[in-house]
């Protein structure tokens, strides 16, 4: 079995449904493949769903059908993996490149370089995404190779346990050291693209600090705890001080830098099989500490 729980005291008298449900945050399509598959295990036999649990049964899962298979065209290109288990993989993107396909860019993707990644380990998973990034915002990228693990990951995100912090460069001296900005975020009108700060948006939370200052700009730790688009880039413009090179949200003329300099750099999550606490890192690129190192000069 792929996910095994003893049954604590207060989940007695429960039903195997609702433990999976609510404890496990299974949903229904996963029940029901589990129990085509005979893959779900109550004290060494297969239960029914409107069973009641006991203190110290011990339920198993079998996951297997959650993986899935990949018919994304292979993209032969070095992958820097920063993490990897059988249910998740972690990679560093590099700034220019889009994490999935598009219907005007098929191939070329992070996705499709994870493809050949498979081919290669002899390994077949849909490439399921737990976090995104615009295509010149550089860094972590997280993938769950079963739908349960995306699933548990995604609730996650919206409970506020799986956390994103950032490094970025904004433009000119932030007049606070940390400040904690709460501007709701939506889009702006006429635009496909672009959102703004707008009363009638979604509530966004953005928190940054600054961690050294230089001539034109500053490197500042950002934490996320909303996940809107474009957030930081719409929320540090907001306030007079957008992400250096960013020519959306900030200063089009005189750029020193072709691509928003803004980097995922550290995520954090419960692990949704092991419950364990993973922790990902990756560093600053090149191109933006070339950027620090020419303002310094």
Not at 48 to 63: A, C, E, K, N, P
Not at 67 to 83: K, Q, R, T
Not at 251 to 278: M, S
């Amino acid at each position: 079995m792929d996910l095994e729980r003893i049954i604590d005291e207060k989940y007695s008298g429960m039903n195997v449904r609702t433990f999976l449900k609510k404890e496990l945050s299974c949903s229904t399509d996963l029940i029901r493949h589990i129990i085509e598959e005979e893959g779900l295990s109550l004290n060494g036999r297969m239960p029914y769903l409107s069973d009641q649990l006991q203190t110290g049964d011990h339920l198993g899962l079998s996951l297997h059908s959650g993986f899935g298979s990949s018919n994304l065209p292979a993209y032969d290109v070095e992958l820097n993996i920063l993490y990897e288990d059988r249910w998740l993989i972690a990679v560093d993107k590099p700034a220019f490149m889009l994490v999935h396909p598009l219907t005007i860019q098929e191939n070329g993707t992070l996705a499709n370089i994870i493809r050949q990644y498979q081919i290669c380990q002899n390994e077949e998973y849909t490439i399921r995404p737990v976090s995104r990034l615009d295509r010149n915002t550089s860094g972590i990228v997280l993938f769950a190779k079963n739908s349960y693990v995306q699933h548990v990951l995604q609730i996650q995100g919206k409970n506020g346990r799986f956390q994103k912090e950032y490094l970025a460069l904004t433009d000119g001296h932030l007049w606070l050291p940390y400040d904690r900005i709460t501007k709701k975020i939506g889009r702006k009108p006429g635009s496909i693209i672009e959102h703004e700060v707008s009363d009638t948006g979604k509530d966004a939370i953005t928190e940054y600090s600054v961690i050294k200052q230089y001539k034109n700009f500053e490197l500042v730790y950002i934490r996320l705890f909303t996940g809107r688009t474009h957030q930081i880039r719409v929320h540090m413009g907001s306030i007079g001080h957008p992400v250096t090179g960013d020519t959306l949200y900030g200063e089009k003329e005189n750029v020193k830098i072709n691509r928003q300099c803004l980097h995922a750099h550290r995520i954090q999550f419960d692990h949704p099989i092991t419950n364990k606490t993973v922790k990902i890192k990756s560093p600053l690129p090149k191109d933006i500490r070339e950027t620090i190192r020419l303002d310094i000069i």
